[in-house]
């Protein structure tokens, strides 16, 4: 037995990477054929600049075009060196945690250039349970900010190391989510505050319509109509579901 090779990763394991850091490079190989495919775009993208002096009214000449964007032929060329297989480079290379430690750059920059960036997805915090600071000490859980990109299916805690699956991150959101039924506006407002995730009023009533999202119960009130209330983690629960799909068709 020995310690996985990635930096800051000291999970004991009989090969180069731990099943964590596996599942992790794994997830960033796949994205790396349809970047492969894609960057072409990015590398043609010109810009034309306009000489010294000009002003904002279209004064000046067009200085000349660079012929691609340098960086994303590097990623590109970069982007080729990555292995086919998480599993065999393992099993194989005891340089995996340096590989891995690549990918994560590598794949986070092609995937701003080909798709566009996109805002860091909030987790809460970690919650890992810490030893105490003295002997007889409760562990303490970490108080570390979970953040990670949408396309991640693994999140490193910043504070403690610990690698986290996503899916199972969001079962515990779900969880703690689902809490005590809101209205529809106090449920968007919640999920806002404590998970960052924007949902639209209008999504939020397609989701209804659509047989997606179903009310608990009828709120019982004094006024003619009740008010229909809903448990905030199912909706955050679909708004995964929905947030996937539209994901899977661009």
């Given at each position: 037995m020995t310690?996985?090779?990635?930096?800051?990763?000291?999970?004991?394991?009989?090969l180069y990477l731990c099943t964590d850091c596996?599942?992790?490079?794994?997830?960033?190989?796949?994205?790396v054929g349809p970047l492969l495919q894609f960057i072409g775009g990015a590398i043609d993208q010109t810009a034309?600049?306009?000489s010294p002096g000009a002003s904002g009214g279209g004064g000046g000449h067009a200085k000349s075009?660079?012929?691609?964007?340098?960086d994303a032929y590097l990623l590109r060329a970069w982007l080729h060196q990555l292995p086919e297989r998480a599993?065999?480079?393992?099993?194989?290379?005891?340089?995996?945690?340096?590989?891995?430690f690549m990918a994560r750059d590598w794949v986070s920059r092609a995937r701003d250039l080909v798709w566009g960036p996109e805002d860091k997805r909030v987790y809460g915090q970690c919650e890992e349970l810490l030893d105490g600071?003295?002997?007889?000490?409760?562990?303490?859980?970490?108080?570390?900010?979970?953040?990670?990109?949408?396309?991640?299916?693994?999140?490193?805690?910043?504070?403690c190391k610990t690698v986290h699956q996503v899916s199972d991150v969001l079962d515990r959101l779900r969880l703690k989510a689902r809490g005590e039924p809101m209205p529809p506006r106090a449920v968007r407002e919640y999920l806002q505050r404590k998970t960052k995730v924007v949902i639209l009023k209008k999504d939020f009533e397609n989701w209804v319509q659509l047989g997606r999202l179903r009310?608990?119960?009828?709120?019982?009130?004094?006024?003619?109509?009740?008010?229909?209330?809903?448990?905030?983690?199912?909706v955050l629960r679909v708004f995964e579901y929905m947030?996937?799909?539209?994901?899977?068709?661009?």
């Open positions: 310690t996985c090779t990635t930096p800051d990763c000291y999970r004991v394991t009989s596996i599942i992790e490079l794994d997830s960033l190989l796949a994205d034309v600049t306009r075009q660079p012929a691609m964007n340098v599993h065999a480079t393992a099993m194989e290379n005891p340089k995996a945690g340096e590989i891995l600071e003295g002997e007889n000490d409760d562990p303490i859980p970490c108080d570390g900010r979970l953040v990670a990109h949408p396309d991640d299916v693994t999140v490193k805690c910043p504070s009310y608990v119960l009828d709120r019982v009130t004094t006024t003619k109509n009740p008010q229909r209330v809903y448990y905030p983690g199912d947030h996937g799909r539209r994901r899977m068709r661009v």
